[in-house]
């Protein structure tokens, strides 16, 4: 059963640091791969879809990056912003379902 | 605009009171589902729908129902609600089962049963 996990599960930087959240699964057989943010006790946001046949996916500050045969993908945020604070959810798609990692709680300081 | 909507955003009710929350998409997508979100467990699959009239349970089915009678509409049924059922709910569609296209995800339900 595919697991996905997400390392570290907390990140406090200051403003302007260049960070990345790592996120792992078990199983390469997925469609596709998807970062959301989430603020607090809100809905779910796309930040970036990378297809399975894809390496990486760039919007502006962020840039995901998918290693499928190692079950690995990293999300790179430049020149972080106290705004960018959020929690930030890896998830893959596989045939049925949707599997999402813990998430990494992201604080920004000004 | 493309958009998955759910109706109440916010729902506070009591022990086995019956209660519907409405999930609607207007992008024709033939797959759809819900989840439930709790501090420490993460994002779970309640139930799943492949097309109309065709359900199927996630990893958490027990206490809820579901119909998929139209395309566009995929309703959450509490018949019996629980204290345990306090949580946020999410309905999310894609294209298909087997697309790599992406899922798109409604607001979310914030639900309290006391």
């Known amino acids: 059963k595919q697991e996905v996990t997400q390392i570290p599960a907390a990140l406090s930087v200051p403003e302007g640091e260049n960070l990345v959240l790592n996120c792992s699964f078990t199983d390469s057989a997925i469609y596709n791969l998807q970062w959301f943010r989430q603020d607090p006790g809100k809905g779910l946001t796309s930040l970036l879809l990378?297809?399975?046949?894809?390496r990486e996916q760039t919007s502006g500050r962020l840039n995901a990056s998918l290693d499928k045969s190692s079950g690995r993908s990293t999300l790179y945020i430049a020149a972080s912003q106290p705004g960018d604070s959020a929690t930030y959810l890896c998830?893959?798609?596989?045939?049925?379902?949707?599997?999402f990692g813990a998430g990494t709680r992201l604080t920004v300081k000004p | 605009e493309a958009q998955v909507t759910q109706n109440p955003r916010y729902l506070i009710t009591v022990t086995g009171k019956k209660l519907t929350v409405t999930c609607s998409q207007n992008?024709?997508?033939?797959?759809m589902s819900w989840y439930r979100q709790d501090p420490g467990l993460g994002l779970r699959q309640i139930y799943y729908?492949?097309?109309?009239?065709?359900?199927d349970k996630g990893d958490v089915p027990e206490g809820y129902k579901v119909s998929r009678k139209e395309k566009r509409n995929f309703p959450l049924i509490l018949e019996s609600p629980s204290p345990n059922q306090t949580s946020l709910y999410f309905c999310a569609s894609r294209l298909t089962r087997s697309t790599s296209g992406a899922q798109f995800f409604g607001p979310g339900t914030r639900l309290t049963v006391l």
């Open positions: 729908s492949m097309n109309v009239e065709v359900t």
């Open positions: 992008m024709n997508h033939e797959y």
């Open positions: 998830a893959v798609c596989v045939y049925n379902d949707m599997r």
């Open positions: 990378i297809q399975s046949s894809q």
